[in-house]
C-alpha cells in the first residue's frame, strides 16, 4: 500500500497530452487556452472620449482664464462614436463629441455637457475644475499592440470572453479534452428510472462521475458493466483500445466478484498501484496501457467521489497544462481518527473573520452519499497524527 503523496506523484508523472483543436471562441468558456492572445491594436486604439460634451484646445480656454475673456465656445461641428474623426479647425471653436468617439484632431480635453450651457450655437463653459487633457482616455494608455492579453494554458471564463472578441479572436486554439468513458460494474444496480428490487440500488456513481467531468467541460460517456468475468474482459478490451480514460467504479476489492484487476491485469493493463493508505478510497487501482488511463475507483460512492476530485481532476489539470494551487482551511473543531491513513473528512466551509473555516460533517462512513449534499469539501488530514485540533490548517479539496 502507497501514501497518498506517492500515489500522487506516480499520477502526475502518467499524465498526457492530448493536442490541441480549434474551437469558435463561445464556446471555450472552462477550456484550457492553447496559445498566447496578443493585442491586436492599440488598447484603446484611439484617444477615446470619455463623457458627453464638447471637445476644445485647453491652451485656448485658459488664455482666456488667464485674461478674463468670455468663455463661450462656437459649436463647429459634432463627432459621435462610431464615425471618423473629424478636426477642430479653429482654435476658438469647440465640438461636440460623445463617450466613444474619437478625440477631434486639434482637440485635446473634454467638457462635460454638466459643465456647459448652450445656448444658441454656443457653449459657455463654467470654469470650476476644468483640467487639461480631462475625459480623455489616451490610445494605449490600456495597452500597447502586441501586448499579451491572456496567458498560454489559461482556464477560459466571461472575461477572457470578452477579450477574444475584442481582439477578433472568433476561434481559440485550447487544449484538446480526453475522450472518456465511465463504466460502473455490478449486478446489484439498476437504472435511475427503474424501481430496485430489495436486493437491489440504483446506479449513481456514474452520474456524480459525470457531473464531476461536466465541471471540467470534458464530455463523457457512460456504460455498465454485470459482475460477469468474460464479458467484463471482452468489453473492457475494445474500450481499451477507444479511450483515452477510462473511469471505473467497483469492483477494485477483495470480493469474489470484484474481477477488474485480474481483467486489467489479463489485458496487459500496467498496473502503477493498487490501494492507498486513505479513506475513504483506499482500494483504487490506477493503471496504463500504451493508450489508456485506467482508473479504477472503489464503488463505494465517497470512495468513487472523493478519489475522482483528488487524484483524476490534478492528473487531467497537469495533462492540459494548467497549475493549481493548493487551498487550505482551518479546522473549526477537535477531530480525532486512530488508524494509520490520510483522512479525507467531509466538511462545510465558511467564513470567520476573513479565514476560510472547515467544520466536520460526520457520515456513515463511505456509503453514506446522501452526506455528500451537507458538505461542501474533504480536508485532507495527514497519516501521521491521531488527534487534529481547532484551528490547525489543512489542505481542502473542494467539490463546490
Ligand atoms: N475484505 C475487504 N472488503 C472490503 C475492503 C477491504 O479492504 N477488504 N475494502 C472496502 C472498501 S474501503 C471499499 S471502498 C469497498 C470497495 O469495493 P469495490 O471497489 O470492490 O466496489 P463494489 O464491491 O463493487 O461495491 C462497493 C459498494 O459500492 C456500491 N456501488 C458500486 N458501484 C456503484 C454505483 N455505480 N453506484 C452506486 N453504488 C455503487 C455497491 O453497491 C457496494 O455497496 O470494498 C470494501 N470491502
Ligand atoms: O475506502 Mo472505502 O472507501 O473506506 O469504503
Ligand atoms: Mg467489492
Known amino acids: 500500500m502507497i501514501s497518498v503523496k506517492e500515489a500522487k506523484n506516480i499520477i502526475l508523472k502518467a499524465t498526457q497530452n492530448f493536442g490541441v483543436e480549434e474551437i469558435p471562441f463561445l464556446k471555450s468558456v472552462g477550456r484550457i ?36 475673456r468670455q468663455l463661450n465656445f ?6 459621435g462614436a462610431g464615425s471618423e474623426q473629424i478636426t477642430l479647425k479653429n482654435s476658438e471653436n469647440c465640438i461636440e463629441v460623445m463617450t466613444g468617439a474619437v478625440l477631434p ?60 472578441a475584442t481582439v477578433g479572436k472568433s476561434k481559440v486554439k485550447v487544449a484538446k479534452q480526453p475522450k472518456i468513458l465511465i463504466i460502473s460494474t455490478g449486478d446489484e444496480l439498476v437504472g435511475v428510472d427503474e424501481i430496485p428490487l430489495e436486493h437491489q440500488i440504483r446506479r449513481s456513481n456514474v452520474f456524480t462521475l459525470v457531473s464531476l467531468l461536466e465541471r471540467l467541460h470534458i464530455p463523457s460517456e457512460a456504460a455498465h458493466i454485470t459482475d460477469d468475468k468474460p464479458i467484463l474482459k471482452q468489453k473492457i478490451a475494445t474500450y481499451l483500445q477507444e479511450y483515452d480514460v477510462l473511469l471505473f467504479s467497483g469492483a ?6 470484484d474481477f477488474l484487476p485480474q481483467v486489467f491485469d489479463k489485458l496487459g493493463v500496467e498496473k502503477l498501484f493498487h490501494k492507498i493508505a486513505q479513506r475513504p478510497g483506499k482500494p483504487f487501482f490506477y493503471g496504463k496501457t500504451d493508450k489508456c488511463n485506467v482508473f479504477g475507483f472503489p464503488g463505494n460512492p465517497i470512495s468513487t467521489f472523493v478519489n475522482c476530485l483528488a487524484y483524476f481532476y490534478p492528473w487531467y489539470y497537469k ?13 473549526a473543531e477537535d477531530f480525532a481518527f486512530k488508524p494509520n491513513l490520510t483522512y479525507f473528512l467531509q466538511v462545510k466551509l465558511s467564513y470567520k473573520f476573513g479565514h ?13 452519499l446522501a452526506s455528500l449534499v451537507n458538505a461542501d469539501a474533504f480536508i485532507q488530514l495527514p497519516n501521521d497524527k491521531n488527534e487534529f485540533k481547532s484551528g490547525e490548517v489543512f489542505p481542502i479539496i473542494r467539490y463546490r
Not at 499579451?148 to 477574444?164: F, M, W, Y
Not at 477494485?252 to 466478484?257: E, L, N, Q, Y
Not at 497544462?321 to 482551511?329: L, W, Y
Request: overall charge negative; charged content about 30%; aromatic content about 6%.
Open 319 to 331: 495533462s492540459v497544462g494548467v497549475e493549481v494551487e493548493e487551498e487550505t482551511a482551518i479546522l
Open 74 to 79: 462656437k459649436i463647429e461641428g459634432i463627432q
Open 33 to 68: 487556452l492553447n496559445e498566447d492572445i496578443l493585442a491586436d491594436r492599440d488598447f484603446p486604439p484611439f484617444n477615446r472620449v470619455s463623457m458627453d460634451g464638447i471637445a476644445i484646445d485647453f491652451e485656448e480656454f485658459s488664455s482666456r482664464l488667464r485674461s478674463n
Open 252 to 257: 477494485v476489492s477483495k470480493g469474489k466478484f
Open 356 to 368: 476560510l473555516v472547515a467544520t466536520p460533517i460526520t457520515g456513515n462512513g463511505s456509503g453514506d
Open 105 to 164: 484632431k486639434n482637440a485635446n480635453t473634454v467638457i462635460r455637457y454638466e459643465d456647459l450651457e448652450i445656448e444658441n450655437g454656443f457653449a459657455k463653459i463654467i470654469p470650476e475644475g476644468i483640467c487639461d487633457a480631462q475625459n480623455v482616455h489616451p490610445k494605449g494608455k490600456d495597452g500597447k499592440v502586441g501586448d499579451l492579453l491572456i496567458k498560454q494554458n489559461t482556464k477560459i471564463a466571461a472575461a477572457e470572453i470578452g477579450v477574444l
